[in-house]
């Protein structure tokens, strides 16, 4: 499938190479909002100014007294799908963004840590739960959000479980239980899915995706 210019796709891809994907009209990455906000450098103080470097193609926010040039990339979310005895352990979210909708245990990685100790650490912060995290389920790149999404399978070591400061209620569900409509956020959905196909065929894949901030669920396979 050809995507007109200026265009992305949307699509999901299991370890096996099947692939679907949907055309989204996107601006092209530079003439994107991400660094809008930035006025002052982080290294002197003086005012940056946004041009693009020599021997770079894409602008950056560039301080001329000092010299700085900075660079803002994709943050890094990591989480997983804790597991016990079939039931899958959610959180009610108690922060914006999407306060009061219901994810897996999820955050940004932190410096020094790897992948999997993130999402151990996020797990027993937003629902005191100490898991055992197995294998990698998704990579979700969420282009509005500057954001790359990385969720591991997991298993819950004991059934101990509560909400920490960012979690109204965290509970453990059974697949049917799994309140769709009020997920918060499309990675979870794509993740959550991905893991309930997989348990049910017995396989253990991982999937890559690409969203845009607020598109719909991506295609089902």
Known sequence: ?????????????????????????????HLNSQNAAM??????????????????????????????????????????????????????????PRLGFWTVPAGFMENGETLQQGAARECHEEAMARVEIGSLLSLVTVIGAHQVHAFFRARLLEPTYGPGPESLEVKLVTPEEIPWKDIAFQSTVFTLQRYLEDRAAGRENHYFATLERGTPRPLAS
């Open 1 to 29: 499938m050809t995507c007109p210019l200026g265009a992305r796709t949307r699509r999901y891809e299991g370890r096996s190479g099947t692939t679907v994907q949907r055309a989204l009209h996107l601006h092209p990455p």
């Open 39 to 96: 006025k002052f450098c982080s290294e002197c103080g003086n005012k940056v100014v946004q041009r693009v470097p020599p021997g770079d193609h894409l602008p950056r926010f560039v301080c001329d007294a000092c010299g700085t040039i900075h660079y803002q990339n994709p943050k890094i979310v990591v989480g997983c799908v804790p597991e016990h005895e079939g039931r899958i352990l959610l959180c009610k979210r108690a922060i914006e």
